[in-house]
């Protein structure tokens, strides 16, 4: 694609959201859209959930950790919820509306598919949090990154060394794999917003999916559609 003929849009920045399992590659992908971006001249920062705030980064710790998980599922979400708050009105909302871009490693999705859908919380709660930390905001699009739980729990082991896996990367294989279902799930109920990409292949071919992805639901909404 032309990435001179990406024309900048004006008013508000665009929303991006990266979801996936435990592996997956987000931080990898999102790095790699950030340097692109930057190369077409829009401005655009990288966050990450649970944090992306100072507050929100002494949550992250608790509930990563393992911490969270010991005064029950409703009141770990509360936590998240907790950290969105002060990342949501901290950080995405001042940077969207001064027209810049957010891509953010998790969101909203993650508590669906982690506390809601795996961890049983109920809608009623997650529902009520959401009105509260969120309001009416969304990503406008969330990309689902989609592996193999044997490939994306190889990989997360790999990055993390001789360091003990955290508070959910320690759940068993059936955990994982009902994860990665419920995304898949997610992807195909709302496919306005979220597009599922398969990241099973070298980071750069992932990254040439999310570009397309990119061109189809954003830049042909806020631009000409851009030539391939
Ligand atoms: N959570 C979060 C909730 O339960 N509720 C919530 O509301 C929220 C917001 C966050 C945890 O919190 C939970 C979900 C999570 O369990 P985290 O430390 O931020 O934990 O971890 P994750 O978001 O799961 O991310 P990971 O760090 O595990 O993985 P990524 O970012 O998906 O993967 P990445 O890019 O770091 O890659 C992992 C390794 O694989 C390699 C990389 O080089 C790296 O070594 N890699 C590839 N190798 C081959 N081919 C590719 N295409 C590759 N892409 C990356």
Redo the contacts with the bound molecule.
Sequence with gaps: MDETAVKRPSGRGRFIS?E????????????KLAERLAAARLRAIVT????GSPGAEII?HL??SGMGKLLGPDAE?LL?AA??DDHVRSVIRPALNQGTWVLC????D??R???GKL?QVSPGILNAMQRVTIGDLKPDLTIV?D?PVEI?LT??A??RGDAAP????AEDLKFHQDLREAYRQIAAEDPRRCVLID?????D??AAHVWTALRDHLFAMTSPTPSA
Excluded: H, N
Aim: charged share 30%.
């Design positions: 990266f996936g399992g435990e592996g997956s590659g987000k931080s990898t992908q999102i790095k990450r959930e649970p944090g992250r509930v990563l979400t998240f950290a969105r490693d998790r969101f909203s993650s508590t598919v982690y506390q961890g990154l592996v994306g990989r997360a790999a990055r955290d508070r959910f990367e990241a099973t292949a070298d980071p071919t992932v």
